[in-house]
T-cell receptor
């Protein structure tokens, strides 16, 4: 079964610092991978997705993620954190070889310190 | 463009009572999802509809949960009877199709508290 692991349930960065949120998947076949963001009291919003095209994926709000098959990772990064980036971030995976089962990770809460 | 609408936003009930949640997806979105999100966890898929057909309900606890999507638009998720462990946020999402590759648009959720 496909699964996704997010390392670090809470991450704190200073405003202007690099944001790095980690996500690893477990599959021998590269799946489709997604990052969603959830702001307080709002629904989840898609940041970016990897669908076997370019390994470096650029998303909204300056975020990007790189698919690394050798490391089975899809870490989310942003060069410079902004206060408005404080939210819950979820990595998700969909494996087309298993009927497109879709799984979210447990989430990482990002705090941005002024 | 209006987003996914869910109601109620909050619901408090006593255990063994029934409860229902309503979702109105984005106009034109033929795929609708119901997720369960426990505190500190990621959303877990309960059921997925393609138009009015439930194409994936393998994670729906059918002894107490039921869902319907009449006419392939609005959807209702019901729990009867509710248990203490059902306290969670219930999320509805919709997309234009293409399976899970399509971007899912989420509603704000219904927070259920079972006393």
């Amino acid at each position: 079964a496909q699964s996704v692991t997010q390392l670090g349930s809470h991450v704190s960065v200073s405003e202007g610092a690099l944001v790095l949120l980690r996500c690893n998947y477990s599959s021998s076949v590269p799946p489709y991978l997604f990052w969603y963001v959830q702001y307080p009291n709002q629904g989840l919003q898609l940041l970016l997705k990897y669908t076997s095209a370019a390994t470096l994926v650029k998303g909204i709000n300056g975020f990007e993620a790189e698919f690394k098959k050798s490391e089975t990772s899809f870490h989310l990064t942003k060069p410079s954190a902004h206060m408005s980036d404080a939210a819950e971030y979820f990595c998700a995976v969909s494996d087309p070889d298993t009927g497109n089962q879709f799984y979210f990770g447990t989430g990482t809460s990002l705090t941005v310190i002024p | 463009e209006a987003g996914v609408v869910q109601s109620p936003r909050y619901k408090i009930i006593e255990k063994k009572q029934p409860v229902a949640f309503w979702c109105n997806p984005i106009s034109g979105h033929n795929t609708l999802y119901w997720y369960l999100q426990n505190l500190g966890q990621g959303p877990e898929l309960l059921i997925r509809y393609e138009n009015e057909e439930a194409v994936d309900d393998s994670q729906l606890p059918k002894d107490r949960f039921s869902a319907e999507r009449l006419k392939g638009v609005d959807s209702t998720l019901k729990i009867q009877p509710a248990e203490l462990g059902d306290s969670a946020v219930y999320l509805c999402a919709s997309s234009t199709g293409l399976g899970f590759l399509a971007e899912q648009f989420f509603g704000p959720g219904t927070r259920l508290t079972v006393l």
